[in-house]
């Protein structure tokens, strides 16, 4: 990778770590999965360690958790609370260990604890007492939850044994997995949306502004880490202070084993994996810490972690469950997709009951069959998978899955096209279809049509008043006020949404078709360059493909799209009922600038460095960072470079001043 390139990833890179902790910190709605999120940092390190020179000031690396939410007072940690370094594979945690060993240079042993999937918590003790509780936050600054955190039934307010002054003890809330079971049982029987996974549920639960809230999620604590202590520590290793933390009556997991040796840290590492099915709670890992608080100081730490400790995190969970059925669903293409419907089981944080099984070929290629027993994973919030059958549990007699011949919902022959690997149902009119066509138009990311959801479409489908997204617009009201359910304030609401939806934007109109391939932002790149539908209805799929930001793909399915019959009829629907067409206007600007380089330096008034550059660029010149013998003019606004310029005036390239910027675009020459 170039110089110029690492630059950009690390710059997005930041951006994405960065916004990814404030989702999962901040409003405890992970965005990406954990995995996804190890990724990211991996790179980065890599790319900040090859290229050092573009590690910024803010590197995430060097940031923990995210800054705090204003809902609840600042409270600063008398010890910065760290992070922990992860080792994903067993080289990365051989590696750790002989850092440590060199930096050592003596004997020293392990512990190593389990790494709890629950929400970082550090309590204050004064004088015994719990005086507060605060979230990790930035690492520095966290946010006050002693009113909250007073509800947790196994944490002291008092010590069993006085301890003068201040000690500070970190720890991990978690929910147990059988609370969060019944959380969720009586969410559904409260017909009320079920908790995504018990590590959100704890963190969300924690930071409810009504205690009793906190109080009635039954969350608990363990105890893993001494943070500051006024005097002098009983212990003076960590596995001792743990010892000690559960003498004055703090929860400290029983799961942890010290270590003379690094192989029996491996030992444990592959037995903890066999016991994290066994727990009462979610685990992610183990982590590993040097014992001595000496040798500890030793090694030191970094901005971020600890070099005394490492977290080996395990690979996304499997677990083990019935397949009950393999159905097959039909798309808004058509498409017929196998799907496994499963004995519900809570793997990777979250209750699986369905997972797509792809086509028919992954089918027979992991030769699962209704009735087996199957291995099920899922990480984070990715999509779970069925991994393989368990031969020894499969029901006697049972014989390979078939894919089916016809559709399941219109009946029609399936057909496998050539080549392919999916099969389709290719019948327009299939009601299957129809309704995740007409489902895909209503959506929010399209024409945002509220009260037009799967049950309503599903049920007007049924009494044929939809069979295309255009009959929206000619719906039979009084029809409808029959059904149940649709009372006049209803019916009221439905027409208001409909009439709203017809000023929708023209590249929310192309998304709602669902072309293959055309996502919002190849959508919008349409609606700007053609500025109404009736152009791109025409455009050739080179036409299309020459758009920037739009590929051979998407210009092909878009051209194939408005060459069908029904697309022209339902287009023509569309338009007598008044639905908008037309697109941002598209300005002709003159291609003064045409095969020319202009370099800017400096701040040209009036505009920002990308606004000059594009003002070159929509005239069809160049506007590269730096001046070459291929320049023909330099741009020299506010504080230029004088790299630029000496090297304009070395190659005598003419030099525009700021003032003449504009004569420079509208004439094309100096
Ligand atoms: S020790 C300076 N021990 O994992 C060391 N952390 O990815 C501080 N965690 O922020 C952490 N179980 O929230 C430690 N047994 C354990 C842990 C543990 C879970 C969490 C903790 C930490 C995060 C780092």
């Known amino acids: 990778m170039s110089s110029g390139n690492a630059k950009k990833r690390i710059l997005e890179l930041n951006r994405l770590i960065s916004a990814a902790n404030v989702a999962y910190h901040g409003h405890d709605k992970p965005e990406i999965t954990d995995s996804q999120y190890d990724k990211l940092l991996a790179e980065l390190k890599e790319l900040q360690k090859k290229y050092p020179q573009l590690v910024s000031d803010e590197s995430p690396l060097d940031q923990i958790g995210a800054p705090i939410n204003t809902a609840f007072s600042a409270v600063e940690h008398l010890e910065p609370m760290m992070s922990l370094d992860n080792a994903f594979e067993i080289e990365d945690l051989q590696a750790w260990n002989e850092r440590v060993a060199r930096g050592l240079d003596e004997d020293f042993s392990y512990i190593t604890e389990m790494k709890i999937d629950g929400v970082a918590c550090s309590l204050l003790y004064e004088d015994s007492k719990l005086v507060r509780a605060a979230t990790r936050g930035d690492g520095k600054v966290g946010e006050d939850i002693t009113a909250n955190v007073m509800t947790i039934s196994s944490i002291p307010a008092k010590l069993v044994e006085t301890v003068p002054g201040k000690l500070e003890v970190r720890g991990e809330v978690y929910m147990d997995l059988s609370v969060f079971e019944d959380l969720n049982k009586s969410q559904i029987d409260a017909g009320l949306p079920t908790y995504a996974n018990p590590r959100n549920t ?123 059925d393999i159905q097959v669903s039909i798309g808004r293409t058509g498409k017929a997709t196998p799907f496994a419907v499963l004995e519900p089981v809570l793997v990777g944080g979250s209750t699986v009951q369905m997972a797509t099984l792809h086509n028919a070929d992954q089918v027979a290629l992991k030769d699962v069959r209704p009735g087996d027993t199957v291995v099920v994973r899922k990480a984070g919030d990715v999509i779970p998978e069925v ?166 793909s998407i210009a092909t399915s878009v051209s194939e799209f408005f060459a069908q019959k029904k697309t022209e009829i339902v287009l023509e629907k569309l338009r007598s009922a008044g639905v908008n067409f037309a697109g941002p206007e598209v300005v002709e600007v003159e291609q003064t600038l045409a095969g020319k380089t202009v370099v800017i330096s400096g701040a040209v008034p009036g505009y920002s460095r990308t606004e000059a550059a594009n003002a070159v660029k929509i005239r069809g010149g160049k506007s590269p960072g730096s001046v070459s013998a291929k320049t023909d003019y330099l741009v020299v606004g506010d504080n230029p470079g004088a790299s630029k310029l000496n090297k304009a005036q070395e190659l005598g390239i003419p030099v525009v001043v700021a003032d003449d910027f504009e004569s420079l675009l509208s004439k094309g020459e100096a």
């Not at 690997?421 to 299939?430: E, P």
């Not at 309503?456 to 617009?473: Q, R």
């Open 387 to 552: 991994l393989r059958p368990v031969p020894a549990e499969r029901p006697k007699g049972s014989k390979p899955w078939k894919f089916p011949v016809n559709c399941t919902s219109c009946s029609e022959k399936l057909v496998r096209p050539e080549d392919e690997a999916h099969t389709f149902c290719v019948n327009y009119a299939c009601p299957s279809q129809q309704q995740s066509r007409i489902e895909y138009f209503t959506s929010r990311g399209a024409m945002d049509i509220e009260g037009l959801g799967e049950s309503t479409v599903a049920l007007f489908i049924e009494k044929g008043f939809l069979s295309d997204v255009s009959d929206i617009y000619s719906l039979h009201w009084d029809e409808i006020s029959k059904l149940e359910g649709f009372g006049r304030i209803s019916i009221d609401n439905l027409k208001r949404a409909i009439d709203e939806s017809k000023s929708q934007s023209l590249s929310r109109l192309l998304v709602g078709f669902g072309i293959r391939h055309l996502g919002p932002t190849g959508a919008e790149a349409l609606a700007s360059h053609f500025g109404h539908l009736d152009k791109i209805k025409v455009a050739t799929a080179e036409d299309i493909a020459a758009i920037e930001g739009v590929g051979p």
């Open 202 to 324: 704890a963190a969300g639960s924690l930071r409810q502004k009504d205690p009793k809230v906190t109080a009635s999620r039954k969350l608990s604590f363990w105890a893993y880490q001494i943070g500051h202590h006024s005097g002098d520590l009983p212990v003076d290793s960590h596995s001792a202070g743990l010892d000690w933390l559960g003498e004055l009556g703090l929860p400290v997991n029983p799961e942890r084993k010290t270590h003379k040796s690094f192989p029996a840290v491996e030992k444990r590492i592959g037995a903890g994996l066999e016991l994290r099915n066994k727990l009462e709670y979610e685990i992610d890992g183990v982590v590993v810490k040097v014992d001595s608080f000496a040798q500890q100081q030793t090694l030191g730490a970094t901005a971020r972690a600890p070099r005394w400790s490492i977290a080996y995190k395990y690979p996304p969970e499997e677990k083990e469950t019935k397949l009950l």
